[in-house]
C-alpha cells in the first residue's frame, strides 16, 4: 500500500507538473497573441491615420485648384461683360436710331410673352 500510495503520489504529481506546463504554454500562447493583435492594431492606426492625412491634404488640394478654376471663370465672365457693354455702347453711340428701333421691338416682343402667358394662366384656372 506504501508503494501504491508512492506511485499515486508520483502519478498526481507527475499530471499537476504536465498541467503546469500546458498552462505555462496556453499563457505564452495568449501573450504572444495579444501581442500579435496589439502589433496589427497599432499598425492598422498608423496606416488609418496616414490615410486620413493624404485624404485631408488631397481635399485641400482639391479645394484650392476649384477655387482657382471659380477665379479664373469669374475674371473671364468679367471681361467678357466688359467688352459687351464697351461693345454695345459703341453700337448706340454709331447707331442712335437703330438701337432705339431694336429696344423697341424687343420690348414688344416682351410684352406680347407675357400677356400670352397670362391668358394661358387664366384660362388654366
Do not use: C, W
Not at 423697341?104 to 394661358?120: D, P, Q, T
Amino acid at each position: 500500500m506504501i508503494t501504491s500510495d508512492k506511485s499515486v503520489r508520483e502519478e498526481l504529481s507527475s499530471v499537476a507538473q504536465t498541467a503546469e506546463r500546458a498552462a505555462n504554454t496556453a499563457r505564452q500562447g495568449i501573450g504572444q497573441g495579444l501581442q500579435e493583435v496589439s502589433s496589427g492594431l497599432e499598425h492598422a492606426r498608423s496606416e488609418t491615420g496616414n490615410a486620413l492625412r493624404q485624404l485631408a491634404s488631397e481635399s485641400d488640394a482639391l479645394l484650392h485648384r476649384g477655387m482657382d478654376k471659380v477665379r479664373d471663370a469669374s475674371g473671364q465672365l468679367r471681361e467678357k461683360s466688359l467688352h459687351a457693354r464697351d461693345t454695345a455702347t459703341t453700337y448706340i453711340q454709331h447707331e442712335p436710331m437703330k438701337s432705339v428701333l431694336m429696344a423697341a421691338a424687343v420690348g414688344a416682343g416682351l410684352m406680347a410673352l407675357v400677356a400670352l402667358f397670362s391668358r394661358n394662366n387664366h384660362n388654366g384656372r
